[in-house]
């Protein structure tokens, strides 16, 4: 069956027809795997972590594992399902992982990963980070993230390629980590610099791109800033 033939057929069949390819472990069934499945993945991940670089990490993971263990499903019907979890579970995994520099985050230690959601210190960083984006780009994640549009959709709101959408993902994700980095900065290590200090003279918490540019900048030429700035959570996803 054509990629092209398999879009018309329901999504019963379809599913059938993918977890058959997949147990007979051809390049096709993990093609059709990706096609069918790692847009709703990444929804999943997102609404778990936000939007960040180890996003596509954790999809590729996801239905790699997918792909791997395909004999422990017993139940076809279930697939969907039993893709979600995994994709969850490889999201608490990422969570344990990094929360170990995550500033203000307490320790991750409970045996039900389904109430381990997208809450504490550093999830509002990012909440209130987002502020710190151009009009353009608040709007794109709440078009991925609020209103779970598949990227073909999103290009469609945006009257732009697809190409153009893959490109403003990646930017949006690197400014919006520039911007967490920049607000923890301005947060955290207020009276660790006497210069930062007096550029946030007046700043009422209020975010905005312009106290993003203005703290980025900063940061950027101070020795001190550079040095704390490594130590935000977002400083790994190569903003600095």
């Not at 017993?74 to 990422?94: G, H, L, M, P, V």
């Not at 550029?199 to 918490?205: P, Q, R, S, Y």
């Not at 209020?206 to 959570?233: D, F, G, M, N």
Request: glycine share 4%; proline share 2%; hydrophobic share 40%.
């Amino acid at each position: 069956m054509e990629l092209r033939e398999l879009q018309v057929v329901n999504p019963g069949c379809r599913r059938a027809v993918i977890v058959a390819a997949l147990q007979q472990h051809s390049a096709l069934g993990l093609h059709m795997l990706y096609v069918e499945y790692a847009n709703d993945v990444r929804k999943v991940v997102v609404r778990r972590l936000g939007v960040q670089a180890a996003n596509d990490d954790i999809v590729h993971e996801t239905l790699l594992q997918v792909s791997e263990r395909i004999e422990q499903l017993r139940d076809f019907q279930k697939f969907e399902s039993w893709i979600y979890t995994i994709a969850k579970n490889k999201s608490y995994k990422y969570l344990r992982q990094y929360q170990r520099v995550s500033i203000g985050v307490p320790d991750l230690n409970v045996a039900d990963p389904e109430i381990l959601g997208p809450t504490g210190e550093q999830y509002d960083i990012v909440k209130r980070a987002s502020k710190g984006l151009s009009v353009r780009d608040q709007r794109f994640l709440e078009m991925l993230v609020s209103e779970e549009l598949g990227w073909q959709e999103i290009g469609e709101q945006l009257s732009t390629s697809l190409v153009n959408v893959y490109k403003l993902h990646r930017r949006v994700e690197e400014r919006l980590a520039q911007s967490s980095a920049a607000l923890e900065l301005a947060i955290s290590h207020l009276f660790s610099c006497e210069n930062l200090s007096e550029l946030l003279t007046g700043w009422t918490g209020e975010y905005s791109p312009l106290w993003r540019k203005r703290i980025t900048r900063h940061a950027q030429q101070c020795t001190t800033c550079v040095e704390a700035i490594k130590k935000t959570p977002a400083s790994r996803l190569g903003s600095f």
